[in-house]
């Protein structure tokens, strides 16, 4: 399991920052707001995709995708988890990687209705086939 910590990305944008009393990524309010990260692989595979995220009621609904290669590889909206302080993991999908260094980013998918979401982790599971 690769694990792409909150701590440990690159952030670009406008309010965007890092909150260690959370250990999550957050003031995420603008479209132009993203995480990056370089995702290093050693052989490649297919693997599942999850993340730890919040979200409150109020900014449930917005679109998020995340590029690999400068490509989009998966999308969706982001459900609430009762709160900003509620963290929970979700699945996102799966993708297939090469063995390379991958440059991961996370962002919206247009405009941000209040905030995108408090992001801890995303996480790449090997799928055995």
């Known amino acids: 399991v690769v694990e792409l910590r909150a701590s440990r990305c690159r952030l670009d944008g406008e309010r965007i920052e890092y909150m260690p009393d959370y250990d999550a990524i957050g003031w995420w309010t603008s479209e132009r707001d993203r995480a990056q990260w370089t ?42 988890t009762g709160s900003w302080e509620t963290f929970k993991t979700e699945t996102l ?18 405009a941000v209705k209040g905030a995108l979401v408090d992001l801890r982790v995303v996480r790449f599971v090997p799928v055995e086939e």
Not at 93 to 110: F, I, M, Q, Y
């Open 93 to 110: 999908g799966t993708v297939d990687l090469p063995a390379a260094d991958n440059h991961v980013v996370v962002r919206s998918k247009g």
């Open 39 to 80: 995702l290093v692989l050693d052989r490649p595979g297919k693997y599942r995709v999850e993340w730890e995220y919040s979200v409150s009621p109020e900014a449930a609904g917005n679109a998020w995708m995340i590029e690999i290669g400068g490509k989009e590889v998966l999308s969706g909206t982001v459900a609430s």
